[in-house]
């Protein structure tokens, strides 16, 4: 293995780059997808790369559980710095373990308040809370849901009211809840990947404008609605809750809705910036699944071999 076994640790900082530029040159739609993609691959392979660590180094403490073979020298010396690399990857992996079932668990029990609070109105596909304070967001559910607050409403015109709905539909119809989950837990698993997880929280709101500009026939009515929902918006109660003003890139969001639609094409040339960026993300991507695989097996036969009959 050699060195090799740290590649899935530090290939994430490969898909930097495609994450500014899909947010400028890619359809939000195909953005969304292929970054969401990308970073699960690269924080299961991150997490893999520790889970073998972790495995060398825990065979070498005393008292251990573990076959005596596994603590032989020749499984030590398939992990570089086997002593250091080892006892890190322990507390590292725990971290990461207890992080994103942390995170899962809390984004369960908001989801579970949610649809609790709801449980006493009519089981329509709009629920509108009377409460002064303007919100709306998506809830997934068995039921899917849009909720939205009567201070949210009051504040839109009938116009903006449509986009808003539109807005929150399109979250519904193309399941953005499970990719900003899944870029949350990615981002925990493995810190590198927190860029891929911003670019994608704004690149599912891009995805729903989009998707309610075509509805409403209007960009402009659109952006709006985006603009006017974020000066009187607290947004949803949790961050892989899809909602409508996201406090951070509304800005960017009204630019980019006064702007000419984005090209639907699903995959940039590779003789293009954002191309090469693409496939650098892919071969980064690749790589660290190999290098995974790679150092899974080797290491496997190694630990078979050291294992007394």
Do not use: K
């Not at 629920?127 to 939205?148: F, K, S, W």
Request: aromatic share 6%; proline share 8%.
């Amino acid at each position: 293995m050699g060195v090799f076994v740290f590649l899935p640790l530090i290939l994430p900082l490969t898909a930097w780059p495609v994450a500014r530029l899909a947010e400028h040159h890619l359809h939000p739609r195909t953005a969304t997808r292929l970054l969401a993609a990308v970073a699960v691959v690269l924080a299961v392979c991150s997490t893999l790369c520790l889970a073998l660590l972790m495995v060398v180094g825990t065979a070498q403490l005393p008292g251990n559980p573990l076959p005596d073979g596994w603590s032989d020298p020749e499984v030590r010396e398939a992990v570089p710095f086997d002593e250091v690399a080892g006892s890190a990857a322990i507390p590292a992996l725990v971290a990461v373990l207890v992080s994103c079932t942390w995170a899962a668990l809390r984004h369960r029990r908001i989801r579970c308040r949610a649809q609790a609070a709801l449980s006493g109105l009519r089981p329509t596909s709009v629920a509108v809370l009377p409460d002064e304070v303007p919100y709306a967001y998506a809830l997934p559910g068995r039921r899917d849901r849009i909720v939205v607050s009567s201070g949210m409403l009051r504040g839109l015109s009938a116009g903006e009211r449509r986009a808003l709905f539109a807005h929150e539909r399109a979250h519904l119809a193309g399941g953005h809840h499970r990719f900003l989950l899944a870029v949350e837990l990615a981002a925990r698993a493995n810190p590198f990947l927190r860029p891929l997880r911003s670019a994608v929280v704004f690149l599912a709101e891009r995805w729903a404008d989009e998707e309610a500009a075509v509805r409403v026939g209007s960009r402009r009515v659109v952006a709006l609605a985006v603009g006017r929902s974020a000066l009187i918006s607290r947004g949803a109660p949790v961050v892989t809750l899809a909602h409508f003003a996201s406090a951070g890139p509304v800005p960017r969001r009204v630019a980019a809705l006064l702007a000419p639609a984005p090209s639907p094409r699903t995959w940039p040339s590779a003789f293009t910036t954002v191309g090469l960026a693409a496939w650098g993300a892919f071969a980064g991507a690749t790589v660290s699944a190999l290098s995974s695989a790679n150092s899974a097996v080797t290491l496997f036969f190694i630990l078979h071999a050291a294992t007394p009959m």
